[in-house]
Structure formats: C-alpha cells, structure tokens
C-alpha cells in the first residue's frame, strides 16, 4: 500500500508510474494532503508514499529511509546513502 497527496496528484501519478516501471502492485490511499500521507507510512499504515518533500525532509535519515525521489537530478536535502 502507499499513499499519495490524493488522487490525480503529482505525487500520485509519479508513484503510479514508479509502480508500473517497477512491475509491482501496490494499493493506492488517497490522503488530502502530503501531511496525511507522511503520517500514514509513518504510523506503518502504508510502505511507501509520495508526498512533498517539504513534508518528507524531517523524517529522513529518521524513521524514514528515502528510496527513490521524483527530480531531475539529486537534491542536496538528500545525499547518496
């Protein structure tokens, strides 16, 4: 399962694409924010999300291990592990 910023949603549509490319199935929960769906993988009801990064940056290198971001090239908030 993942949740996105809602359905049609940047976020949604990167993730769905994310999901086809890598040949997996994955349940969509549609949030209404990114603040929904970062409190959802937080509190484990989801695996993966797409949400801002505004949303995401706290958590990462926390409780949240960033896999994969949705940029042209990679963002200094998030160097190579």
Do not use: Q, W
């Amino acid at each position: 399962m993942y949740s996105s910023e809602g359905v049609f949603s940047s976020a949604n549509i990167s993730m769905a694409m994310f999901i086809k490319s890598a040949g997996i199935n994955l349940t969509h929960v549609p949030c209404e924010s990114s603040i929904p769906a970062v409190t959802a993988l937080l509190g484990g009801n989801v695996n993966m999300t797409g949400a801002c990064m505004d949303s995401l940056l706290p958590h990462v290198k926390g409780p949240i291990r960033d896999i994969g971001i949705f940029e042209n090239k990679r963002l200094k908030e998030f160097p190579k592990n």
